[in-house]
T-cell receptor, first 112, second 116 residues
Framework: DSGVTQTPKHLITATGQRVTLRCSPR?????VYWYQQSLDQGLQFLIH???????AKGNILERFSAQQFPDLHSELNLSSLELGDSALYFC???????????FGSGTRLTVV | AQKITQTQPGMFVQEKEAVTLDCTYDTSDPSYGLFWYKQPSSGEMIFLIYQGSYDQQNATEGRYSLNFQKARKSANLVISASQLGDSAMYFC?????????????FGQGTRLTINP
C-alpha cells in the first residue's frame, strides 16, 4: 500500500456519461497530481493541485475538471465521455511541490 | 519538444544478467530531478530511484543504480543481477525546477522482459 488511495479501481461506463475519480493523498502530502496513461499517448500530466489551489495544467481536456478539497483529497471529473478517454488514470502526491512522488494504484476507465 | 527520451521500446535479458535502460533528457533549467519508475503488469507505479541535478554521486538503491552523465544529459538505469520479477515497464521521468509547479514528465517507457 503506497498510502495514496484511488477509487474506484475499475470503472466501465457508456459514451456521453460523466464519472468522478477520487484520490486521497498520502498523509501529510499537500500536492496532488493527476495523470492519464493510454496506449497511444503514454503518461500524460493532466493537472496539479497544491493545498487546494490549482498550480499547473497539462493536456487536460475542457470536458475534464478537477478540484482539491480542504481535507486534501482530490476528485477528477470526466464528462461527455468518449471511447478515446479509456485509460488508466493515476494520481500522485508529494509533500511539497517536488519531492518524492507517490502514486496510487490507478483507476482503469473503460468507455464503451 | 520531447523532454524525456527512452529509445528502447523493448528489451530481453537473461536472468541474472545486468541490464541498462537508456534515458536522455532535455532541459535548460539547472535544477532538476530524474526519477525511474517500474510498472508491472498489475499497473501500479513503483518508485525505484532518484537523482538530483546537483548530486555529486550516482544514486544507488539496492540492485538499482543510476548512471548519471550530466554533460550528455543521460540518466540510464542499471539493474544488476536481474530477476524474473524485474519484468515490467520502466519509465524515466524528470521534474524541472525547485519552485512552483513541479510536475513529472515521463518518457514513453521500456518494456523489460527477463528470460529464465
Amino acid at each position: 500500500d503506497s498510502g495514496v488511495t484511488q477509487t474506484p479501481k475499475h470503472l466501465i461506463t457508456a459514451t456521453g456519461q460523466r464519472v468522478t475519480l477520487r484520490c486521497s493523498p498520502r498523509s501529510g502530502d499537500l500536492s496532488v497530481y493527476w495523470y492519464q496513461q493510454s496506449l497511444d499517448q503514454g503518461l500524460q500530466f493532466l493537472i496539479h493541485y497544491y493545498n487546494g489551489e490549482e498550480r499547473a495544467k497539462g493536456n487536460i481536456l475542457e470536458r475534464f475538471s478537477a478540484q482539491q478539497f480542504p481535507d486534501l483529497h482530490s476528485e477528477l471529473n470526466l464528462s461527455s465521455l468518449e471511447l478515446g478517454d479509456s485509460a488508466l488514470y493515476f494520481c500522485a502526491s508529494s509533500v511539497s511541490g517536488g519531492d518524492g512522488y507517490t502514486f496510487g494504484s490507478g483507476t482503469r476507465l473503460t468507455v464503451v | 519538444a520531447q523532454k524525456i527520451t527512452q529509445t528502447q521500446p523493448g528489451m530481453f535479458v537473461q536472468e541474472k544478467e545486468a541490464v541498462t535502460l537508456d534515458c536522455t533528457y532535455d532541459t535548460s533549467d539547472p535544477s532538476y530531478g530524474l526519477f525511474w519508475y517500474k510498472q508491472p503488469s498489475s499497473g501500479e507505479m513503483i518508485f525505484l530511484i532518484y537523482q538530483g541535478s546537483y548530486d555529486q554521486q550516482n544514486a544507488t538503491e539496492g540492485r538499482y543504480s543510476l548512471n548519471f552523465q550530466k554533460a550528455r544529459k543521460s540518466a540510464n538505469l542499471v539493474i544488476s543481477a536481474s530477476q524474473l520479477g524485474d519484468s515490467a515497464m520502466y519509465f524515466c521521468a524528470m521534474r524541472e525546477g525547485l519552485q512552483g509547479a513541479q510536475k513529472l514528465v515521463f518518457g514513453q517507457g521500456t518494456r523489460l522482459t527477463i528470460n529464465p
